[in-house]
C-alpha cells in the first residue's frame, strides 16, 4: 500500500522559511515524478512544483518561482519542498502526490495517482 506522509508544516511569519518533507512507503520512489500542491480555504487545489523521476527536471508556478525549491532524495524515498521568503497568500495546506505512471517528468498537466493527507502551512502578516 502506497503511502505518503507530509510534514514540517506550521506557523511562520511573513518573509520567513519553511522545509516541507514527505515521506514515502510502498512505493518504488525512485521511478515516480513527483509533485507538491496546495489547497487554500474555499479554493481549488492547485500545483505549486513538480520533479522529475530523476530530480534533473523541476517546475514551478508562477506564484513560488524563485522562492520555493522542490527536491527529492531516491535513496531516503523522501521529497522536500524549500519554502522562502513566504507570504501570507501561501498560506494553504500542502500536499505531495506521486505521479501515477513511472519515470514521468512531474510536469503539472501530469496525472498523479497518490497523495498524503496534507500538512497546513499559515503565514501571518
Known amino acids: 500500500q502506497v503511502q505518503l506522509t507530509e510534514s514540517g508544516g506550521g506557523l511562520v511569519q511573513a518573509g520567513g522559511s519553511l522545509r516541507l518533507s514527505c515521506a514515502t512507503s510502498g512505493l518504488s520512489f525512485s521511478r515516480y515524478g513527483m509533485g507538491w500542491f496546495r489547497q487554500a480555504p474555499g479554493k481549488e487545489r492547485k500545483f505549486v512544483g513538480g520533479?522529475?523521476?530523476?530530480?534533473?527536471?523541476?517546475w514551478y508556478s508562477e506564484s513560488v518561482e524563485g522562492r520555493f525549491t522542490i527536491s527529492r532524495d531516491n535513496a531516503e524515498g523522501t521529497l522536500y519542498l524549500q519554502m522562502n521568503l513566504l507570504k501570507p497568500e501561501d498560506t494553504a495546506i500542502y500536499y505531495c502526490?506521486?505521479?501515477?505512471?513511472?519515470?514521468?517528468?512531474?510536469?503539472?498537466?501530469?496525472?498523479?495517482?497518490?497523495w498524503g493527507q496534507g500538512t497546513q502551512v499559515t503565514v501571518s502578516s
Open positions: 502526490a506521486a505521479e501515477r505512471a513511472q519515470y514521468g517528468l512531474g510536469y503539472p498537466k501530469n496525472i498523479f495517482g497518490s
Open positions: 520533479i522529475s523521476w530523476d530530480g534533473r527536471k523541476t
